[in-house]
């Protein structure tokens, strides 16, 4: 029982990664900058255990440029 969770991003054109953070079910679960900012990026988290209820995910990607870029997702 438990969840994981993959999270990829690619910077467009003329861009980069500078930020990315992951927050399920409101709590910050990874957040890590990078310096030098980045083209591209991707994690696994995975979690052991049982979540009843709606369970949801944030991912955001902040641009070199301040810019966020936001994807949510939920499961029960």
Do not use: C, H
Not at 43 to 51: A, D, T
């Amino acid at each position: 029982m438990g969840w994981d969770i993959s999270a990829a991003v690619k910077a467009d054109a003329g861009e980069k990664i500078a930020r990315a953070q992951i927050i399920i079910n409101g709590q910050v679960a990874y957040d890590t900058s990078f310096v030098p900012p980045i083209g591209s990026w991707q994690v696994q988290l995975s979690e052991k255990g049982q979540y009843p209820g709606e369970n949801t995910v944030r991912v955001i990607a902040s641009n070199d440029k301040g810019e966020d870029s936001e994807a949510d997702d939920s499961w029960n």
